[in-house]
């Protein structure tokens, strides 16, 4: 161990830091102080440990304080925002106006659209049209409502690809023509 002070026991991850600032957070009573520090080294336990040598968000079990008596187990309400290792995604600035202005698209939402290699092209959404009876159908009924209703199903299902042809069926079905 490099730092004097002993590390808590049932923490799964501990740090060994060394103070390097302390700013008080006010003059008053109990108003705390914010404290900087280095972080000298890194103790993780194996049995949160993944077969690659991860940490495993699962396994780890995190807990955060929420307020009052209340607290949160993280892992209760995690989800995966796959990211591609090679190429860098399309970027949430690239997503078209009338598709990232939608009210029914969360920030976690955008950030998965963002993700994508490329926006489909017309071929592709042609081909997801004349694969998508039900689809078609909505499309042919002109019901944006439930086009955005399945966009969210597909969004919820991690099927983005799916979601990006629905978005941009849906955004040319207001008026917005396809650039490709």
Known sequence: DLVRPYRVAES???FECKVTKVEALGKEGGAGNLIFSEVVKMHV???ILDENGSIDQFKIDQVARMGGN???????GMFEVPK?????GIGVDNIPEEIKSLKMLSGNDL???GNIENIPDKKEIDEFLDAN?????????KDSAELL???REY??????LSAWKVLLINSELNGNTRKN
């Open 84 to 88: 591609p290792l090679s190429r860098l």
């Open 70 to 76: 209340w607290y949160s187990r993280a892992n209760k």
């Open 133 to 141: 009876d039900q689809i078609s159908s909505i499309v042919r009924s």
């Open 45 to 47: 336990h194996e049995a």
């Open 155 to 160: 969004l919820d299902n991690n099927k983005i």
């Open 111 to 113: 950030g998965l659209l």
């Open 12 to 14: 799964p991850v501990q």
């Open 149 to 151: 209703k399945i966009t």
